[in-house]
């Protein structure tokens, strides 16, 4: 029938083709009634995390099974529309979503390499693939796939096709998206990514896990490459564009880093009660919380409390390395080993986990989890020396897995440790409650315990100045005379123990003013103080602060902070000093919104001058804060004169063996407390006092908190007396001049000294001010307004 071999090669095609199309046609018409219908496409609601901002905008938290944030198509660069095709499917806007050029290619790649190198998915196949379809390797999955691709191409623009791919396809790192990968490798949003970190992202659909940049670097580099020629092959971009990119070094953000300002423990905070009000749902529905945290106070006081910490183990030095492992004497194998032991140590802040592979008595090298050897030399050994030097039995031999630090603008490498102590700092506006920063311990991946809202501590002389303000209220003035003598108290007095107080410095003397013994701290003088008053009407009087009498016991320990407080009641307490004698509810959430932007919560706080109730005399506010101002002057807290700044009063607290040390402090606008202790309470070590150790992260903090901030005052209420009295007897020596008068009492040739008063406290002129240790003056103290209470209240 048929003359030549040819012709029966040519019947068989044939015969196969129609073979073919009949199957084909077959299996179209058994699978396409079986599609799924599309309305998860042209109804498209991805899984959209809960994200947290500070007031500022900036992103500090997300929480949900996968990390995204949509973009819509007229939002995404050119440039990441490029990459994405010319990597995944460059005749995309061609075909009809089945690319048969593009299969034909594979299947002559495949079968000239020996195996399946190369698929032939469009873009719009994965698509359905990732919505509709399993991952399996099955012919029927595969013609569901394209049919399903034909399908959605007859339904959807090809735009939009491309907009549910970019926001859809998972790209490692829980980021699924191109813009919540562009938030996860780099660390800002996808329109300010360069050419090269677009071609960066564009090559990871193809196999996520392999081309991770966090994960290996150079092969992603090398995948980023390709993408970037194949970008020049398809004239997106020119040769040196394209070389440009090469060379731009990248920046890739590490595993735990998600966030441009870390606030772990505040966003953990805004989760909980998010939860608690939402339930699972704020997991998937994309809300937007809004907080009170400004950036630039939470960074610093992340630094504040690193750096404090630091510090104290710097003065108490090495502990020794976290352990040893044995080294190979093969190089590789050694490279190898330590990789590999290391990649199951995770970084904690911004310490690295190291080997070291040789010591010198004058450096020490180490190797990182990704191969890089560095050395340690120089001032950041001092504090090893005797680890160095293999003194006392200590060495740091080859193999011990140490923690290393890039410091300073050299970023040059320290040896440092991971520390045992605990630090916290809280800030807030006095106006209104508003928490601005919040650090609740060292790191929250390695201790979740939040020191700010959780750590009952015993507050130490930082309690003093409530107790102090209760003495106002009986008649006690800043130049009251207090006996500073030795003190012996029955057990009943002292909570079942007979008790001896003592000064911080075992000093003691005559007569002493309330407010030098403020300054100073005075421990006898307070327990006097306490003992003139009463300790039943000292605990009641500390509602006002939002105190909880029953953590206060009525004895006179009380006086010495004996009792137990939160960081964060701690400020709410002093922020009534600053802000003139009003209860504010610290707040965290200022709002919550839907991902359409509807509002479902708004905070309604209670502000000074507005909803805030007065809780305290505004004269006895002003005084208080008169009085702390020296501390912060000449007192306990004179190091934070290095502020150069004169509206800062606050209190230093150190505790029985310094087993919590505090500083709370304060400006008209800002309250910041910072605390450092052990979670299972033990001395810090001997001179670890309030001024050592919490005060520092304090002025540190607050250096940056109050730059270029202009300084403020706190207006004298009316009803105060100012006069001129002896500092030594504490008798008034002049006339009360009035306040157009008062400057005059400034003046350096004027003899004793000025102090305040309640104009109805104020002693005759010449009369002794309680030279007995009581007051000259009594008088039945103003009726106590309705307590506030500290309870976080996070929720609006």
Do not use: C
């Amino acid at each position: 029938m048929f003359s030549k071999w040819w012709h029966y090669a040519l019947a068989l095609v044939i015969s196969l083709g129609v073979v073919g199309t009949a199957l084909a046609g077959l299996a179209a018409a058994l699978i396409y009634p079986n599609l799924p219908p599309l309305e998860a496409l042209t109804d498209y609601k991805p899984k959209l995390p809960l994200r947290i901002f500070t007031a500022d905008g900036v992103l500090i938290g997300e929480f949900g099974e996968e990390r995204r944030a949509f973009i819509a198509i007229d939002k995404v660069p050119a440039y990441m529309k490029q990459a994405i095709i010319a990597a995944e499917d460059e005749r995309f806007y061609s075909h009809g979503g089945v690319d048969t050029l593009g299969i034909l290619r594979a299947a002559g790649s495949n079968l000239l390499s020996g195996g399946a190198k190369e698929g032939a998915s469009t873009i719009t196949m994965q698509v359905a693939r990732n919505f509709f379809l399993s991952n399996e390797k099955t012919l029927t999955r595969k013609l569901s796939e394209a049919m399903l691709a034909m399908k959605i191409e007859h339904s959807l623009s090809k735009d939009k096709i491309l907009e549910l791919y970019i926001n859809q396809i998972y790209l490692g790192q829980r980021a699924y998206g191109f813009e919540a990968a562009a938030r996860t490798y780099f660390g800002k949003p996808i329109h300010d990514l360069s050419l090269a970190e677009f071609a960066m992202l564009a090559g990871l659909p193809k196999a996520p896990s392999r081309y991770n940049p966090v994960v290996n670097f150079p092969r992603a580099k090398t995948r980023q490459e390709y993408v970037l020629k194949r970008m020049y092959t398809l004239k997106f971009i020119d040769e040196a564009t394209r070389q440009a990119a090469v060379k731009q070094k990248l920046v890739i953000r590490q595993e735990r880093q998600h966030t441009n300002v870390d606030a772990d423990y505040a966003t953990e905070m805004v989760r909980q009660a998010l939860f608690e009000k939402y339930g699972e749902s704020i997991y998937s529905s994309g809300y937007k919380a809004v907080t009170t945290l400004r950036s630039k106070q939470q960074s610093a006081a992340n630094r504040a409390v690193w750096q404090g910490i630091a510090d104290y183990d710097q003065r108490h030095g090495y502990r020794g390395p976290e352990k040893h492992i044995p080294l190979p004497q093969d190089r590789d194998a050694r490279t190898t080993a330590i990789s590999q032991a290391l990649e199951e140590i995770a970084p904690v802040s911004d310490m690295q986990p190291a080997v070291v592979v040789s010591t010198s008595p004058k450096s020490i090298r180490a190797q990182l989890r990704d191969g890089k050897l560095i050395d340690i030399s120089g001032n950041s050994l001092k504090w090893v020396d005797n680890w160095v030097a293999g003194k006392k039995g200590r060495k740091l031999a080859s193999g011990a897995v140490i923690r290393v630090q890039a410091a300073g603008k050299s970023q040059q490498w320290r040896l440092v440790q991971l520390p045992d102590v605990e630090a916290a700092l809280i800030a807030l506006n006095p106006a209104n409650g508003a928490i601005t920063a919040l650090v609740g311990g060292f790191d929250f991946n390695r201790n979740k315990f939040n020191h700010v809202t959780q750590a009952w501590r015993q507050p130490g002389s930082s309690f003093k100045p409530f107790i102090y303000s209760a003495a106002l209220e009986k008649g006690y003035t800043p130049a009251t005379l207090i006996d500073n003598m030795p003190l012996t108290l029955a057990a009943e007095e002292a909570g079942g123990t007979a008790w001896e107080p003592k000064n911080y410095d075992g000093s003691s003397s005559g007569p002493v003013r309330m407010r030098s013994a403020l300054t100073k701290s005075l421990n006898l003088v307070s327990v006097r103080i306490l003992q003139g008053i009463g300790p039943y009407y000292a605990r009641d009087y500390i509602r006002r602060f939002g105190f909880d009498p029953a953590r206060h016991p009525p004895y006179l320990t009380m006086a010495l902070g004996a009792g137990s407080v939160t960081p964060l009641q701690l400020a709410a307490g002093y922020g009534v000093f600053a802000n003139g004698g009003f209860g504010v509810k610290p707040y965290l959430i200022d709002r919550v919104t839907d991902k359409d932007g509807r509002l479902l919560m708004q905070a309604s706080p209670q502000t000074v001058g507005g909803k805030a109730p007065r809780v305290i005399d505004p004269r006895n506010a002003w005084l208080m804060t008169n009085m702390m101002q020296d501390v912060v002057r000449y007192g306990t807290a004179a190091r934070a004169g290095q502020l150069g700044r004169s509206d800062l009063a606050g209190k230093t607290g150190t505790t029985n063996d310094a087993r919590d040390t505090w500083f709370a402090g304060y400006t008209p606008d800002l309250v910041a407390v910072s605390w450092m202790g052990y979670d299972q309470p033990r001395s810090l070590g001997r001179g670890e006092t309030g001024a050592q150790t919490a005060l520092p992260i304090w002025i540190k903090f607050m250096g940056a908190a109050l730059s270029g901030l202009p300084q403020k005052t706190w207006p004298m209420p009316s009803g105060i007396i100012t006069a001129r009295i002896n500092p030594d007897t504490g008798r008034r020596l002049t006339e009360t001049l009035p306040d157009e008068l008062f400057g005059l009492l400034l003046e350096k040739s004027s003899p004793g000294m000025v102090e305040h008063f309640y104009q109805e406290f104020l002693p005759a002129e010449g009369a002794p001010l309680a030279p007995n240790g009581d007051p000259a003056a009594t008088a039945e103290p103003a009726p106590a307004a309705e307590p506030t209470t500290t309870d976080p209240g996070f929720l609006p």
